[in-house]
T-cell receptor, first 117, second 117 residues
Framework: AQKITQTQPGMFVQEKEAVTLDCTYDTSDPSYGLFWYKQPSSGEMIFLIYQGSYDQQNATEGRYSLNFQKARKSANLVISASQLGDSAMYFCAMREGRGGATNKLIFGTGTLLAVQP | GAVVSQHPSRVICKSGTSVKIECRSLDFQATTMFWYRQFPKQSLMLMATSNEGSKATYEQGVEKDKFLINHASLTLSTLTVTSAHPEDSSFYIC?????????????FGPGTRLLVL
């Protein structure tokens, strides 16, 4: 079964508008972490934001915020005031367990975001 | 600046040759390194997890004799693709986990594009 599901293969957004990228996850472990990464065409993976399963508040990092709905097992990324440089592939990832040394990151299939001027 | 480096960034080789990719953590000690593979327009697939000084743990379906991983020090891991074939052409990304300051962190390298002719 898919652990991480990103149902949007691609999204368009107008510059300066907000966009939500969907991510749902599946785990029976009560302790887990959720990550969002940005991958531009150069290929590097850029860490954006992290949400721990026990965190009481939704994570925010500048223009990025994570809409964490624990009961629905969703962790959507919201990008506010989109910029042309936000055009990239976005991956949601999950790490089960308490972040032990070998706990691995499992990635979703990604969403390609295109910001239009 | 970058905290994880990979070398080379691109490599083209003939079928049957072996290729070594280095992954270095630049300003922290990486207790664990992860090697991922990414085909065009696809997600990152974990190949193996390695801890310093011990044998790597490979994911199901990944041939350990073909993809040799050595994690000889806390700052260096290598992936050797032995007897490479065209189907091994891919984007290989390493990720290093360890303590950087007071926090445990995980960063990705910039990736290595391998083309086997």
């Amino acid at each position: 079964a898919q652990k991480i599901t990103q149902t949007q293969p691609g999204m368009f957004v107008q510059e300066k508008e907000a966009v939500t990228l969907d991510c749902t996850y599946d785990t029976s472990d009560p302790s887990y972490g959720l990550f969002w990464y940005k991958q531009p065409s150069s290929g590097e993976m850029i860490f954006l934001i992290y949400q721990g399963s026990y965190d009481q508040q939704n994570a925010t990092e500048g223009r990025y915020s994570l809409n964490f709905q624990k009961a629905r097992k969703s962790a959507n990324l919201v990008i506010s005031a989109s910029q042309l440089g936000d055009s990239a592939m976005y991956f949601c990832a999950m790490r089960e367990g308490r972040g032990g040394a070998t706990n691995k990151l499992i990635f979703g299939t990604g969403t390609l975001l295109a910001v239009q001027p | 600046g970058a905290v994880v480096s990979q070398h080379p960034s691109r490599v083209i080789c003939k079928s049957g040759t072996s290729v070594k990719i280095e992954c270095r953590s630049l300003d922290f000690q990486a207790t664990t390194m992860f090697w991922y593979r990414q085909f065009p327009k696809q997600s990152l697939m974990l190949m193996a997890t390695s801890n310093e000084g011990s044998k790597a743990t490979y994911e199901q379906g990944v041939e350990k004799d073909k993809f040799l991983i050595n994690h000889a020090s806390l700052t260096l891991s290598t992936l050797t693709v032995t007897s490479a074939h065209p189907e091994d052409s891919s984007f290989y990304i390493c990720s290093a986990r360890g303590r950087r300051g007071a926090r445990e962190t995980q960063y990705f390298g910039p990736g290595t594009r391998l083309l086997v002719l």
